[in-house]
Nanobody, 124 residues
Framework: QVQLVESGGGLVQAGDSLRLSCVAS????????MAWFRQAPGKEREWVAHITRSGGSTYYRDSVKGRFTISRDNAKNTAYLQMNSLKPEDTAVYYC?????????????????WGQGTQVTVSS
């Protein structure tokens, strides 16, 4: 049974930084594409970033380009999301997702594994 566990969320002020981590267990992490999604109160879950198995390619939604960086360490079975210059509109529960089986990188149903989420709150 594959488990993904996120950590690193918190309450910060606008302009601050946070680094989220997603530790995988019970599977072959290096074989999974990984992604981060987020869901704000009253809104649908939205894709944030994606990274390929080797980490050689990354993709971002437009609103976070230049501020967020997704990365991974396959030796540590961990994916990261470095978030800089945070804005109040980045406030959401952030989820990591792994093992995309179908669909595009931004389509949540295509991912087989999900973490429980970590709350990020950015105050103005």
């Amino acid at each position: 049974q594959v488990q993904l566990v996120e950590s690193g969320g918190g309450l910060v002020q606008a302009g601050d930084s946070l680094r989220l981590s997603c530790v995988a267990s019970g599977g072959t992490f290096s074989g999974y594409e990984m992604a981060w999604f987020r869901q704000a109160p009253g809104k649908e879950r939205e894709w944030v970033a994606h990274i390929t198995r080797s980490g050689g390619s990354t993709y971002y939604r437009d609103s976070v380009k230049g501020r967020f960086t997704i990365s991974r360490d396959n030796a540590k079975n961990t994916a990261y999301l470095q978030m800089n210059s945070l804005k109040p509109e980045d406030t959401a529960v952030y989820y990591c997702a792994g093992n995309r089986r179908y669909g595009t990188v931004s389509q949540a149903p295509g991912y087989a594994y999900w973490g429980q989420g970590t709350q990020v709150t950015v105050s103005s």
